[in-house]
């Protein structure tokens, strides 16, 4: 495993680097730009198809600094070479921990108080050379693809969210115990946390400008998929614990064109520090799984994938507004469920049974997809 990119780098290449980037910090970023490039892609074809619109918006010009920007400016700047300035210091504390050296008080007040007010007061001066008395009103053409980083924007501070939220509901005793710990943390995120929770957000967004919520839900799907499987190649690559059940069955021969680790694995080095010590290991993170386990990342990646590719080719294909969002939620619970099978995971207990919290939302949204595709289906053909 390798808990950190260049962990990755100098065991391929005999380096000796210590980058602050951890792996599936990493990913999570490729996931965010690959699935930014299949919205962008769709946001522009559903334009070019008439489905869209470019809407006109009226923006001031030649406005003074506020003193609010000023604020604002001057609070960010002071954080910002604050904590450069203690990268700078130290940077080996902020490679081996950067979480924790983000939340210490590591840095310069004076460097970050100096710099603070440099910029601030060119933000000052650039405002004022560019003011017009009185301020101007103009209009601009706004196209749907311009509306691509905001949608960005908006899925990660909700999706990270819901996603902290529903993990804290998850592993309720460990946030009772560190309720500041747990909070802070980077790790410990559920996907269908961040689902929830950014889809609420996005519809609204989507609503405010003139973005149907069906449509929404169609020009996102691929590209929903497709960070997920990313995603969980960074957990695959970094050992976070969403790993399988013990696994002891001997290989299939069907399968044996797979490498031995992509049946079972016992992930040392794994970023969680999960199992028993590896003799001989020195380092933070010297810990494998006692037994082989299902490694269900890449079970999950692979099905991504192959959804991706399916939902990539019928999305020209299918014209009934909403349609693809349904097969998608049909896909996702199809594969969600499925994976839960043999994946590690907390369970409740209901009605005698127990369950994880993915068995629980699966079956819903797998339910919800199949309604609205009979829904839609109907729809269209009244009209």
Same mark, same amino acid.
């Given at each position: 495993?390798?808990?950190?990119?260049?962990?990755?780098?100098?065991?391929?290449?005999?380096?000796?680097?210590?980058?602050?980037?951890?792996? *599936?910090?990493?990913?999570?970023?490729?996931?965010?730009?690959?699935?930014?490039?299949? =919205?962008?892609?769709?946001? +522009?074809?559903?334009?070019?198809?008439?489905?869209?619109?470019?809407?006109?918006?009226?923006?001031?010009?030649? &406005?003074?600094? $506020?003193?609010?920007?000023? %604020?604002?400016?001057?609070?960010?700047?002071?954080?910002?070479?604050?904590?450069?300035?203690?990268?700078?210091?130290?940077?080996?504390?902020?490679?081996?921990?950067?979480?924790?050296?983000?939340?210490?008080? !590591?840095?310069?007040?004076?460097?970050?108080?100096?710099?603070?007010?440099?910029? $601030?007061?060119?933000?000052?001066?650039?405002?004022?050379?560019?003011?017009?008395?009185?301020?101007?009103?103009?209009?601009?053409? %706004? #196209?749907?693809?311009?509306?691509?980083?905001?949608?960005?924007?908006?899925?990660?501070?909700?999706?990270?969210?819901?996603?902290?939220?529903?993990?804290?509901? !998850?592993?309720?005793?460990?946030?009772?115990?560190?309720?500041?710990?747990?909070? =802070?943390?980077?790790?410990?995120?559920?996907? *269908?946390?961040?689902?929830? $929770?950014?889809?609420?957000?996005?519809?609204?967004?989507?609503?405010?400008?003139?973005?149907?919520?069906?449509?929404?839900?169609?020009?996102?799907?691929?590209?929903?998929?497709?960070? *997920?499987?990313?995603?969980?190649?960074?957990?695959?690559?970094?050992?976070?614990?969403?790993?399988?059940?013990?696994? #002891?069955?001997?290989?299939?021969?069907? =399968?044996?064109?797979?490498?031995?680790?992509?049946?079972?694995?016992?992930?040392? #080095?794994?970023?969680?520090?999960?199992?028993? &010590?590896?003799?001989?290991?020195?380092?933070?993170?010297?810990?494998?799984?006692? +037994?082989?386990?299902?490694?269900?990342? %890449?079970?999950? $990646?692979?099905?991504?994938?192959?959804?991706?590719?399916?939902?990539?080719?019928?999305?020209?294909?299918?014209?009934?507004?909403?349609?693809?969002?349904?097969?998608?939620?049909?896909?996702?619970?199809?594969?969600?469920?499925?994976? !839960?099978?043999?994946?590690?995971?907390?369970?409740?207990?209901?009605?005698?049974?127990?369950?994880?919290?993915? +068995?629980?939302?699966?079956?819903?949204?797998?339910?919800?997809?199949?309604?609205?595709?009979?829904?839609?289906?109907?729809?269209? &053909?009244? %009209?």
């Amino acid at each position: 495993m390798y808990p950190k990119l260049s962990d990755l780098i100098n065991d391929w290449f005999g380096t000796n680097l210590n980058l602050p980037i951890q792996s *599936y910090g990493f990913f999570l970023a490729l996931a965010f730009l690959f699935s930014g490039w299949a =919205l962008y892609k769709e946001l +522009e074809r559903k334009e070019k198809e008439g489905i869209l619109k470019a809407r006109t918006k009226k923006i001031q010009t030649g &406005k003074p600094a $506020t003193i609010s920007e000023l %604020v604002t400016t001057f609070l960010i700047s002071l954080f910002v070479l604050f904590k450069l300035s203690g990268i700078f210091i130290n940077y080996d504390a902020f490679a081996n921990d950067p979480q924790d050296f983000i939340f210490s008080g !590591e840095g310069s007040w004076l460097f970050g108080f100096l710099g603070a007010i440099i910029i $601030t007061g060119w933000s000052y001066y650039d405002k004022k050379r560019k003011e017009i008395k009185p301020p101007k009103w103009k209009e601009i053409e %706004v #196209h749907p693809k311009d509306l691509l980083w905001q949608i960005i924007f908006i899925a990660i501070i909700f999706g990270l969210i819901g996603a902290k939220l529903f993990d804290q509901l !998850e592993n309720f005793d460990d946030f009772l115990k560190d309720p500041i710990g747990t909070t =802070l943390s980077f790790s410990g995120l559920t996907f *269908y946390g961040g689902l929830i $929770t950014g889809a609420i957000a996005l519809i609204y967004f989507g609503q405010k400008n003139g973005i149907p919520w069906k449509v929404l839900g169609d020009v996102t799907a691929p590209g929903l998929i497709l960070a *997920y499987g990313i995603g969980r190649i960074g957990c695959q690559v970094a050992g976070d614990g969403d790993w399988g059940i013990v696994n #002891h069955l001997q290989k299939p021969d069907w =399968l044996s064109f797979l490498p031995d680790w992509a049946w079972a694995y016992n992930y040392p #080095h794994n970023i969680i520090n999960h199992g028993i &010590k590896i003799p001989d290991c020195s380092g933070p993170h010297c810990y494998q799984l006692a +037994e082989a386990v299902f490694p269900t990342p %890449v079970y999950e $990646t692979t099905m991504a994938l192959i959804i991706f590719a399916i939902l990539w080719y019928l999305r020209k294909r299918i014209k009934i507004p909403g349609m693809l969002f349904a097969i998608y939620l049909m896909f996702n619970g199809t594969e969600r469920f499925l994976i !839960e099978l043999i994946r590690v995971n907390n369970v409740y207990h209901i009605a005698g049974m127990a369950v994880t919290q993915a +068995e629980i939302i699966s079956p819903i949204l797998f339910l919800s997809g199949l309604v609205m595709f009979v829904i839609f289906r109907k729809q269209s &053909k009244r %009209v």
